[in-house]
Nanobody
Framework: QVQLVESGGGLVQAGGSLRLSCVVS????????LGWYRQAPGKQRTMVAT???????DYVDSVKGRFTISRGNARNTVYLQMNSLKPEDTAVYYC???????????????WGQGTQVTVSS
């Protein structure tokens, strides 16, 4: 059983900063990707940032230069440092773990419950 618990959301003024945290427990494969996704009201959930177990990062264009994804030393924690926040960043942010497939197990997605980020103008 895999659990992901997010924290750090809240209300912030435009230009401000927030740091999201996600702690993952359970069966985390050696090869995995941790990521942050967001979903605004009436819109689909989309990728914000991801980081592989090898440390490779990827960002959606709209957050490049403002957001930074990182892993904790224990490798089961992922952070999203969000700076220069804009009203359009308002959404529920979800933590995601993707365990890459092995010779005996298919690739599997796991999700946290989400944390609300609201940026006021």
């Amino acid at each position: 059983q895999v659990q992901l618990v997010e924290s750090g959301g809240g209300l912030v003024q435009a230009g401000g900063s927030l740091r999201l945290s996600c702690v993952v427990s359970g069966n985390i494969f050696t090869s995995n990707t941790l990521g942050w996704y967001r979903q605004a009201p009436g819109k689909q959930r989309t990728m914000v940032a991801t980081i592989t177990s090898g440390g490779r990062t990827d960002y959606v264009d709209s957050v490049k230069g403002r957001f930074t994804i990182s892993r904790g030393n224990a490798r089961n924690t992922v952070y999203l440092q969000m700076n220069s926040l804009k009203p359009e960043d308002t959404a529920v942010y979800y933590c995601n773990l993707y365990n890459w497939r092995t010779s005996t197990t298919p690739g599997t997605d796991y999700w946290g419950q989400g944390t609300q980020v609201t940026v006021s103008s």
